[in-house]
């Protein structure tokens, strides 16, 4: 098969989502509205819907070693997007897998604060992928909590407090950051993509909505798909805000639970 004609197929090393609006399912929706082949790693099964989470269930360190050498050894991954990753073991049996035969991107979005503020790793946690799957990383994507905790200090609450992140997040070790500013006021919602060429900012129109269910999920698994699709980083950090944008703008056609809904992955097709 030619290169024009082939079609990337990209993995997602997370957790499983029950409602379909996070984790796993999400990204699998995600890959597939980008025209990309989705495979996956599941790394905790939950009990969760739209309302909230009632239960985690770890896979066992063996098995996510077990999943990812079944997989590799037969897929060609052309890119990597991780989620979260909450212990030691598992961080470091990711890191071990990818560093052997390592696709050309890999996406970490550092799932560790809930929408309710609470932390959903502990300090172990925080550590390794702080300290084993930063470094790993092409691109890092964390929101403003989730950078307070990666950078050990409290959140920021204006765009000039994120510019002065800067010089704190490239010293974890990955080369691109993208910083999201969805938690700042206001009708714009502000991200700092950060590079070694230097910062630049990506905005988008804040919608109005309460379907926020999996936002950093998709986000971040778009810029995945766009990224094994041969995409710039700045191109496909700028077709993923445009994509989830309409995904937030559609979400209100679907009618998924009673709390915080998805967005709308498939807005261009259905």
């Not at 630049?200 to 986000?219: F, K, M, Q």
Request: net charge negative; charged share 20%; with cysteine.
């Amino acid at each position: 098969m030619s290169d024009a004609s082939r079609i990337a197929n990209v993995l997602t090393i997370a957790g499983s989502d029950p409602s379909g609006g996070a984790g796993i399912q999400a990204d699998l929706k995600t890959f597939s509205a980008h025209g990309t082949y989705g495979t996956s790693v599941i790394t905790a099964l939950t009990a969760q819907n739209t309302c909230g989470v009632t239960g985690v269930h770890p896979v066992p360190v063996d098995f996510i070693a077990a999943q990812l050498e079944t997989l590799l050894d037969d897929v060609a991954i052309d890119a990597v997007k991780i989620g979260m990753v909450a212990s030691r073991e598992v961080a470091e049996t990711i890191r071990e897998r990818l560093e052997r035969r390592r696709p050309r991107w890999i996406v970490l979005d550092p799932v560790m604060v809930a929408k309710s503020g609470d932390l959903l790793v502990d300090d172990a946690g925080i550590r390794a992928v702080r300290d084993i799957i930063v470094p790993l990383a092409d691109l890092i994507t964390p929101n403003l909590p989730e950078a307070a905790v990666l950078l050990g200090d409290s959140e920021v609450t204006s765009a000039e407090a994120m510019e002065a992140l800067q010089p704190a997040l490239r010293r974890l070790g990955a080369p691109h950051v993208l910083l999201k500013g969805g938690h700042l006021a206001g009708e714009r919602c502000p991200d700092l993509l950060i590079s070694p060429e230097g910062a630049s900012w990506l905005e988008a129109e804040r919608i109005a909505t309460d379907n926020l269910h999996g936002t950093g999920c998709s986000l971040s698994s778009a810029i995945t798909a766009r990224l094994a699709r041969g995409d710039s980083l700045v191109g496909a950090v700028q077709h993923a805000k445009v994509w989830l944008s309409q995904a937030l703008h559609d979400s209100h056609r679907l009618d998924v639970g009673r709390g915080r809904g998805p967005v709308h992955h498939f807005h261009a097709w259905w």
